[in-house]
């Protein structure tokens, strides 16, 4: 059985400023719901958060200036000395008002965030749902910065901490004490703005352990592509370059691109990952859902709908707009290629709409999971990790997969 889960993503998200991201944080939620209560779920693990006391005194600080936080779930057995950290996603803001707004939701304050979350996919304690990682340490690191973990500065007027970097050391400077720092084997993981700052802070994680430590990055649904959009206009460029502006997020980009290349250019994934040392591994739908619908067809870019209906539904497309898509895998494909040509590296790129497929336990190792020939995501991940075997999987174009699990946009 296909599962599609429905999803009402109003549209409409451009305000004059930017892009409000409040909307597409709900919808990771209520993903998230939706898995943990289908049918044939048993227990969901609930792990409550964990305030990092220490991160004030280093100006380590969610954008309002709370702490931020984290949730840990000890390893047990085998897995009692390996560590799994996920990185949370959930948008970025780039103008003084999109940063003042996300100061009141959980994305910007410790205040609004939930005090337990359901541990699901490569989180999941549970053998039968997480067949390499659930004996191991399993962390979720808080997104409250709003510019993947990455950014330095303040906002003394509108009172907004520009922390990300600060966070990012503080929370593995945390981890370290509580028993990270006896791994002997750990992943960085991370999803959406969570996937870009395992990418980010692929090489700074290995460099945290001995060199006889096997350290390894997973980044889900964070290859987000300098593409443009249906009315030939950059909006994510645009974006970035207002996150990486006001946020001070230049410093802590990596200096092998910026050396080369402008600082937004250097906060997009096709620019870094050849040059990331650790090995690391991209999980990304060729189609994203995410990036579909914000980057290649906000709304601003179709004032008069001709893409809704095709947006929400890809059986509504006509062929000029199917090879739109096709163009966008393409250029996904490249962004990929040197990346791809490392042993050491691995790759996952199904053509499925969808978004964030490691942490949802209908998409990381269920029966109907998807599928590139015939291995699932969590197995692809594992064989890479443990080199039980190399996994370059690139999936057939659009619409030979039959196992998405696609986001639909209403
Ligand atoms: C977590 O799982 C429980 C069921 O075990 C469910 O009631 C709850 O809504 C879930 N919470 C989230 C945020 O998904
Ligand atoms: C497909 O639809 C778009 C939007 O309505 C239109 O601009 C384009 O000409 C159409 N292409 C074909 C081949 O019908």
Known sequence: MIMKLVLLWVLGLWSVSGIDLSRSESFLSYLDEEVTMS???TTTLIVPLTLIQGAASKGAVCLDGTLPGYH??????SG???WVIH???GGWCNTIRSCVFRKTTRRGSSKFMEKSINFTGILSNKAEENPDFYNWNRVRVRYCDGASFAGEGQNEANKLYFRGQRIWLAAMEELMAKGMQ???QAILSGCSAGGLASILHCDEFKNLFPETTKVKCLSDAGLFLDATNVAGGHTLRDMYEGVVTLQGVQKNLPSTCTSQK???SCFFPQNLVSNVKTPMFLLNAAYDAWQVDQSLIPSLADPHGLWRACKTDRSHCNSSQIQFFQDFRNQMLDAVKIFSESNQNGLFINSCFAHCQSERKDTW???DSPRIGNKGIAVSVGDWFFDRTAVKAID?????DKTCHDVILK
Do not use: I, M, Q, V
């Not at 840990?72 to 057995?77: D, E, S």
């Not at 057939?396 to 030979?400: A, Q, R």
């Open 182 to 184: 006896n791994a002997n």
């Open 39 to 41: 049918p044939g779920s």
């Open 262 to 264: 402008d600082p937004t």
């Open 87 to 89: 990185l949370e996603g």
């Open 365 to 367: 190792y269920e029966n």
């Open 72 to 77: 840990l779930h000890r390893g047990f057995g």
């Open 80 to 82: 009692a000395n390996s």
């Open 396 to 400: 057939c174009p659009y619409s030979c």
